[in-house]
């Protein structure tokens, strides 16, 4: 399985953006790069997934390489609500659409 | 509203004793998943099913069996030959050969007393 590397704890002010990247270097061509986060004691919650392409949606922004190697997830404004622990994940669909999880980062928010 | 739902959300179970938790999804998803998380750690899979009647082992499947009779349940028996149960337990689903994301329910807390 591919792993992603990413930062064990990262802190931003309320209302401002968040950039949490994600290295993954050993990336094939049928990743799908995923992003998740957990709440405590709840499931993850999906947040955004992309191939290539720079993907937006309601939630985040998903930045990624050209080279594929990396991406970054932006929270353009981050809430208190926002705390949460990040993963970022590949998914291979050809082998079971398994997600395998890091640690993930722990992102806290200060008001 | 579709989604996952895991029951219970909290079991205690005595050592020696086999638990089933349930998992139910009516997002007619084709594959489904549990992990399991133990404190401050992230979630490893334990088994997952691409179609019904049919499941593979993930990386922690030792101590756990699980079924897929129909598409929209999976549940997951953990049994007396697991040494350390007590961890919170998710189960998730997603379409098969898409690239979508995953639905995760709300999890089952399970407790060895």
């Known amino acids: 399985d591919a792993k992603t590397t990413q930062p064990n704890s990262m802190e931003s002010n309320e209302e401002e953006p968040v950039h949490l990247p994600c290295n993954h270097s050993?990336?094939?061509?049928?990743?799908?790069i995923h992003w998740y986060r957990q709440l405590p004691s709840q499931g993850p919650e999906y947040v955004i997934h992309?191939?290539?392409s720079n993907v937006n949606n309601r939630m985040a922004s998903l930045a990624i390489a050209e080279d594929r190697k990396s991406s970054t997830l932006i929270l353009h404004r981050a809430t208190l609500r926002d705390a949460a622990v990040y993963y970022c994940i590949l998914r291979d669909w050809r082998y079971g659409n398994k997600l395998v999880f890091g640690a993930g980062t722990i992102l806290r928010v200060k008001s | 509203d579709g989604g996952i739902t895991q029951s219970p959300k909290y079991l205690f179970r005595k050592e020696g004793q086999n638990v089933t938790l349930s998992c139910e999804q009516n997002?007619?998803?084709?594959?489904m998943y549990w992990y399991r998380q133990d404190p401050g750690q992230g979630l490893r899979l334990i088994y997952y099913?691409?179609?019904?009647?049919?499941?593979q082992k993930g990386d922690i499947a030792e101590g756990y069996s699980v079924s897929r009779e129909k598409k929209e349940s999976f549940p997951l028996t953990v049994t007396s030959a697991q040494k350390n149960p007590t961890a919170f337990y998710l189960c998730?689903?997603?379409?098969?050969?898409?690239?979508?994301?995953?639905?995760f329910g709300s999890g089952t807390r399970l407790t060895v007393v």
């Open positions: 998730a689903s997603t379409d098969r050969g898409r690239a979508y994301g995953y639905t």
């Open positions: 099913s691409q179609i019904v009647n049919d499941f």
């Open positions: 992309g191939l290539t």
């Open positions: 050993t990336i094939s061509g049928t990743d799908y």
């Open positions: 997002l007619n998803h084709d594959a």
